[in-house]
């Protein structure tokens, strides 16, 4: 079994063969199921994703607080009117982010990949690799496997706990996962997908998890659209030769310490940052009123 990206690139090389491979191969002998039913389980994680990330395109469906929603339906009006400044595909892939995490919200049916604050990036940026790169359901699946033994790295080496390490280690991982995914759905070799899971770490590295009222509603939705954008433009980045100066496996590790350093009120606690703006109190302290 690996536990690192080295050990993981070093089976594949051993074994000649891609990492969507090895992952279902050690999770097979890991967890005793066949590799068809892991396949198949990945079949309906899938699904899920796919149907969180287009839910809410077309209504507003509020949060259980009432604080967010509608958010998804908005950009997504706004890229069909071909005005947008990055353009349609970035456009859509915010739109279908923010579509799961506002499911996540209203509490709704979402895959926790790797946590449910941070659930929308990676259906996002798969959707749009379907959409853009023309893929079938089987290239989706070994792009989640790959995505699968990137974030079984971070597991093992770090934290995907905002309330231990801030929210680089939920929407970062998940972003990470999800740019990894991307590389290898458009062609890139095992590097270059470490490369981007590496690029997408640092650029984010530092972001505290400070939810108003401690719900995740704001601004962890809004995190999942930034979060996919870092995800593709990552994936862009190293696609195009573009590599970390750092080992990914180093990167994660820094990042783990960086969010053990961050103090308790910027840890989910509902304390700090945002939320402890004078206006996150006010919100806070409106709902508390209402219950």
Do not use: W
């Not at 699968?148 to 309330?163: E, H, K, Y």
């Not at 990914?248 to 700090?272: H, I």
């Amino acid at each position: 079994m690996y536990h690192s990206a080295k050990q993981l690139l070093e089976l594949c090389e051993k074994q000649k063969k891609p990492i969507y491979q090895v992952v279902i191969e050690e999770e097979s002998k890991s967890s005793g199921s066949a590799p068809e039913m892991i396949f198949s389980q990945m079949k309906e994680i899938l699904s899920v994703m796919k149907q969180s990330s287009q839910s809410t395109l077309n209504k507003k469906v509020p949060s259980l607080s009432g604080m967010m929603g509608g958010d998804a339906q908005q950009v997504n009006k706004y890229q069909k009117d071909g005005k947008t400044l990055l353009g349609v595909i970035p456009n859509k892939a915010m739109a279908m982010a923010l579509s799961t995490a506002e499911v996540n919200a209203s509490m709704g049916k979402i895959v926790a990949a790797p946590t449910a604050g941070s659930s929308g990036i990676l259906p996002a940026v798969l959707m749009t690799l379907e959409e853009s790169l023309h893929l079938n359901e089987e290239d989706l699946i070994h792009a989640l496997l790959v995505a699968s033994g990137i974030g079984r790295v971070i597991g093992q080496n770090a934290t995907f706990s905002g309330a231990e390490g801030g929210c680089q280690v939920e929407c970062g991982s998940a972003a990470a996962m999800a740019a990894g995914a991307a590389v290898f759905a458009s062609g890139g070799n095992n590097e270059q997908i470490f490369h981007a899971a590496s690029i997408v770490l640092i650029n984010i590295m530092g972001l505290v998890c400070d939810p108003i009222a401690g719900l995740v509603e704001f601004p962890c939705i809004l995190r999942n659209a930034s979060g996919a954008i870092n995800a593709l433009s990552a994936a862009d980045l190293a696609l195009a030769g573009v590599k970390s100066l750092i080992p990914f496996d180093e990167v994660v590790k820094a990042m783990y310490k960086v969010g053990k350093a961050l103090p308790e009120s910027l840890r989910e606690t509902g304390l700090g940052g945002i939320a402890g703006t004078p206006t996150g109190c006010a919100i806070r302290n409106s709902l508390l009123k209402n219950d």
